[in-house]
């Protein structure tokens, strides 16, 4: 038997990398993506930075797998460390089978670090790149060259990455990235890593064109293709690349990007723009969506439609810019001032990123409201390889718009019509006879300010009442796993890749669990309540430590008695064990209380 | 036809100056045949953020300090709308002064009066970023927004009208809505508007005022001579009214825009309309 067919096929891999900010940890774990996408495996990248811009231990996280997964594993198999303090940072992470590749142009890796179990190879990466091209920055593009030898990557394959990616630098960046993979490939062969002699056998997977897209930039596109053409934004981590995308696509489209000089004049903007009719989109993060509670407010009483991004972030205050966390819950539902319909949505995967924000779209026109979609900073920021987008799926539906030929149908306008559903027709300013007063003061049906108690309470009751109107045309959950189960996993946002990940782990060790993804937060739909009073045990994962999620579900009447919150607000993204171990010890200790009885 | 609602009648106190300036501001889009369901008020929270229920056209009751955020959106929108802001000292110089800086700088072409009172008069007669040092307890000195507007390299258009010479304020108007209407920007017109009930300042304003148009010397598209002049004369206690300062500049949806496609809020947005293009962005996540 040669060495060859010892070699197993690849079809789990989880790759750190790891240095300084700006090492260029980033563009290898790309080219890997990209390398291994070509294959046919599914990738999904995360980013670990810290809140500047160069420095600090940052990482670069891939993990390529054979079928879907939307998280990255929980055993690392290559980490690859460009300083060494990376090498610790990262260890907890790493089990006896995990290999480190690491930088030891300062010196060998000291004692102690790593356990015995693990493999670990320095090679002289910054050394040899200040040696070869008087540039410290080549350093990753020579690690190149040993990653792929040690995971088995042809020399070919690595070098058409290389020309693909480098192509549009010029032909002197590309002479000098692919003379660095060479250096990296003499390196490996030094260690005893020669080409074909690597771990795995690295097989191709037929599949069909796919993309790699992050919750950001789906939901940017998903706005667009919504027909959204107003965005207005203030930079923050991590909801600025949904302003990225749309700076660069949307005047193809025929929109217009605003940066503001502050979130209040950004959710500003975005009402001035939707009050004409523009479908509009404001995206941000905690502290920005604190600065927007009072444009919130308006938009629920002006009744005034506007689609709210919020990629959550660890808070309170600035918290932690650049981690995950899902702690702005209560924020979204209970925010603002005063009583006003909202709608808020939480998508799963960049997939379900693009489809509910072009839901979002519609909705915040039907029921004049703000509608929000709640993603986290791994949602938003994380990449995932999806099948192309339907975009064939995309109906717009503005509600009750009324044009100049509807409008002289109607003899009376008025902007506030009570009606029998609580959404009432509306004009859009440049229609002749059509002219409204759009207001924040509670108003009369024409929109006049007005204080009298029976209009007061007629126009609470209206647009309270758009909430059941709504209820219907809402979006379902997902639903995953045995649906006979009598255990139940509940979790939104980033959580949905580590939660399908987790059942087929608990399936595997014999436990049979069911995963409920509520796609409508609010208002909370009769499915959810009954999904978790339906269950004997329900397990909320939630990235938060207050439990804002499962607080939400006993408030709207779900038994807590069956709940189990397993929270989470470390600022990591959680891994799939976690929840494995959280349900298992549960079930286990369950176990061991019926046997006492 | 259909009917809509009936403008009200305005709340304001007898006498107040904001009267005067909903005269000029209704009789110069007539002037100017403005149509009314082409135009947009959109006005700020106090006394005269009440002025957009009287006028017929479409209007909008903004969030306090947020009329000229609310405006750039809207003409960004939908450029082919006359967009007009109107609101008070406190909204537009006080809690929304940081937007005005702003809106200066990005020089949109709609229209900001500002009636100026020197108090808050809603709230009963607290100081307003325009009272002078010694009004009740203040103890700042007051902003000129005028000097504030002449110190942003993006301003356009900067003009101070008193409600106590109507003529001229009509001719103010008719310039500030005829400066946006031509796409040449932003058109900032302060108006000094007393409050007959808190700040009743009608005879010391009929002496202070000092009117440049009357002034052969005052050269109003000489930027740093103007704004010596300005200076000159706030030193000397007066108030300058008329056109204080008019340059060229491109306006702010002239660039921001892509100008092959209709206004944003009239373009039709069925996903066929661009789907080669949405096909496009969508094969750039597939490389």
Redesign the interface.
């Known amino acids: 038997m040669n060495q060859e067919t010892l070699q197993p096929n690849l079809e789990d891999l989880n790759v750190i990398v790891s240095g300084q900010g700006g090492d260029g940890s980033l563009t290898v774990v790309n080219l890997l993506a990209s390398v291994l996408r070509k294959n046919g495996m599914s990738v999904y990248t995360e980013r670990d930075v810290l809140s500047r811009i160069k420095g600090g231990i940052t990482a670069a996280t891939l993990r390529a797998f054979s079928g879907e997964r939307y998280t990255i594993g929980n055993h690392i198999d290559l980490l690859v460390a460009f300083d060494i303090d990376a090498v610790p940072k990262n260890l907890r992470q790493l089990n006896k089978n995990s290999i480190v590749l690491y930088d030891n142009s300062g010196g060998p890796l000291p004692d102690g670090v790593l356990g015995d179990e693990i493999r670990a190879f320095g090679a002289p990466l910054s050394r040899q790149a200040v040696k070869t091209f008087r540039r410290d920055i080549y350093k990753n593009s020579i690690s190149f060259g040993l990653i792929g030898r040690i995971l088995g990557l042809p020399d070919d394959t690595m070098r058409i990455s290389f020309e693909d990616r480098f192509k549009r630098m010029g032909p002197q960046i590309m002479k000098y990235n692919l003379d660095a993979l060479t250096v990296g490939l003499s390196l490996a062969d030094e260690l005893g890593y020669v080409e074909g002699k690597g771990l795995y056998r690295i097989q191709k997977i037929e599949r069909k ?5 992050t919750g950001n ?1 789906a939901m940017a ?1 998903g706005f ?4 959204g ?2 965005y ?1 934004g203030y930079p923050i981590t991590p909801s600025t690349d949904v302003m990225d995308w749309l700076i660069k ?1 949307s ?6 990007v ?1 940066q ?3 979130e ?3 959710i ?13 989109m404001v995206a941000t993060c905690g502290p920005g969506l604190s600065l927007m509670q ?2 919130i407010g ?1 938009l629920g009483m ?1 009744e005034i439609p506007l689609v709210i991004v919020d990629a959550q972030r660890g808070g309170p205050s600035t918290g932690m810019p650049t981690k995950p966390e899902q702690s702005d819950i209560n924020l979204l539902v209970f925010g603002g001032h005063g009583d006003f319909p909202r709608i808020v949505l939480a998508p799963g995967n960049p997939e379900d990123c693009f489809y509910l924000t072009v839901d979002a779209c519609n909705l915040s026109q039907r029921y004049q409201c703000p509608v929000f979609i709640a993603s986290d900073q791994a949602l938003s920021q994380n990449t995932a390889t999806i099948d ?2 339907d ?2 799926r ?1 109906v ?1 539906d503005q509600g009750k718009r009324l044009d100049s030929a509807t ?2 149908e ?6 506030y019509l009570f009606t029998e559903d609580g959404v009432s027709p509306y004009t ?14 509670e108003h009369d049906e ?4 007005s204080t009298d108690p029976v209009n007061r309470v007629r126009m609470v009751d209206k647009r309270q009442s758009k909430m059941k109107t709504m209820l219907p045309h809402l979006p379902r959950a997902g639903r995953f796993g045995d649906v006979d189960a009598k255990i139940g996993i509940i979790g939104i946002g980033m959580t949905f890749g580590v939660i399908l990940e987790s059942l087929d782990t608990l399936a595997d060790r014999g436990i049979d669990a069911q995963y409920f993804q509520p796609r409508t937060l609010w208002p909370m739909l009769e499915e959810t309540i009954a999904f978790i009073n339906d269950c004997d045990v329900v397990y909320v994962v939630e990235l938060n430590a207050e439990g804002q999620l499962a607080g939400l579900f006993v408030r709207e009447g779900a038994d807590a008695s069956r709940i189990r919150k397993l929270l989470h607000y470390d600022g990591t993204p959680i891994r799939s064990d976690a929840v494995v171990d959280f349900v298992v010890e549960d079930q286990n200790r369950a176990l061991g209380e019926e046997e006492v009885a | ?6 403008p ?1 009648r305005p709340i304001w106190c007898a006498g107040c100056g904001d009267f005067g300036v909903q005269q000029a501001l209704e009789s110069a889009m007539k002037n100017l045949n403005i ?6 008020i ?1 006005a700020g929270i106090g006394c005269s953020g ?1 002025l ?2 009287n006028v ?8 306090h ?2 009329v000229l ?10 450029s ?2 006359t967009v007009i802001g109107v609101g008070g000292d406190g909204d537009g110089y006080a809690i929304g002064g ?2 005005l ?2 809106t200066l700088k990005r020089n949109p072409s709609v229209t900001y009066i500002v009636m100026n009172n020197g108090t808050y008069g809603l709230t009963k007669g607290q100081a307003s970023p325009t009272s002078p040092n010694g009004y009740g307890e203040n103890n700042e000195e007051d902003l000129d927004p005028i000097l504030l507007g002449m110190s942003i390299p993006g301003s356009s258009f900067l003009a101070r009208g008193y409600t106590g010479q109507p003529a001229q304020l009509l001719d103010l108007t008719t310039s500030a809505l005829e400066h946006a209407e031509s796409g040449r920007g932003f058109a900032f017109l302060e108006v000094l508007s007393p409050c007959v009930t808190y700040n009743d300042t009608y005879r010391e304003w009929r002496t202070d005022v000092y009117d440049v148009e009357q002034d052969a010397d005052y050269n109003s598209s000489d930027k740093t001579a103007a704004f010596s002049r300005l200076m000159e004369l706030r030193e000397q206690g007066r108030l300058p009214i008329g056109l204080l300062y008019r340059g060229e500049r491109v306006a702010l949806e002239q660039t ?3 100008h ?3 206004p ?4 039709d ?3 066929g309309k ?2 080669d ?3 496009k ?2 094969e750039s ?2 490389r």
């Open positions: 064109p796919h993309m790699l897209i930039e596109f667009s293709v919504a027909g053409r107003f207005a696509w005047p193809q489209f025929g929109g217009v605003r503001a000089e502050d209040l004049s950004a500003n903007m975005a009402i001035g723009s939707a009050l004409t009719g523009t479908r509009t009072e444009g308006q002006g192309p987008l975009l064939q995309v717009i409008l002289s109607v003899e009376v306008y008025k902007r859009i300013p440049g229609t002749p006879d059509g002219m409204s007063l759009v207001t924040g003061n024409f929109g006049l300010v | 036809m259909t009917k809509t609602f009936t009200a149509e009314s369901h082409n135009s947009m959109i009440s957009q229920n017929r056209c479409y209007g909008y009751h903004a969030l300090g947020r955020p609310t405006a750039t959106g809207a003409k960004l929108a939908n082919s709308l940081g937007h800086v702003h921001a825009l892509n092959e496609f209709p944003l809020a009239l373009q947005i069925e996903p661009l789907m293009k949405y096909q962005a969508m996540f597939m």
